[in-house]
């Protein structure tokens, strides 16, 4: 059964980083793509970015400031979060599902089969 945590939320000045993990579990037998999304509140879920294949997509909102990667031996994804805004607050969500993505659905929630219960990262002075 495939399992993904996050982890590596917390509170950051404005201008700050931050790094999320996501490890992944049972995931072995098939290769997984995986993308981040987040929440804030009173907003609905947003993709952050996606990685498949060493192809990534990223929303407007960060490209050029996160970066996805993933490392194979720990099988674990990465969120490299830099110049961090108070608009970055939120629930950061994990994703996963065997299907590749392309530039028109990677940021569609319905695409993933498999999420993690989510980190909380707020960014405030």
């Known amino acids: 059964q495939v399992r993904v945590v996050e982890s590596g939320g917390g509170l950051v000045q404005p201008g700050g980083s931050l790094r999320l993990s996501c490890a992944a579990s049972?995931?072995?037998?098939?290769?997984?793509?995986f993308a981040w999304f987040r929440q804030a509140p009173g907003k609905e879920r947003e993709g952050v970015a996606y990685?498949?294949?060493?192809?990534?997509y990223y929303s407007d909102s960060v490209k050029g400031r996160f970066t996805i990667s993933r490392d194979n031996a720990e099988n674990t994804v990465y969120l490299q979060m830099s110049s961090l805004r108070p608009e970055d607050t939120a629930v950061y969500y994990c994703?996963?599902?065997?299907?590749?993505?392309?530039?028109?659905?990677?940021?569609?929630?319905?695409?993933?089969?498999?999420w993690g219960q989510g980190t909380q990262v707020t960014i405030s002075s």
């Open positions: 049972g995931t072995a037998e098939h290769y997984y793509n």
């Open positions: 990685l498949s294949l060493g192809i990534t």
């Open positions: 994703a996963a599902d065997r299907k590749i993505k392309d530039d028109n659905t990677w940021s569609h929630g319905w695409e993933y089969d498999y």
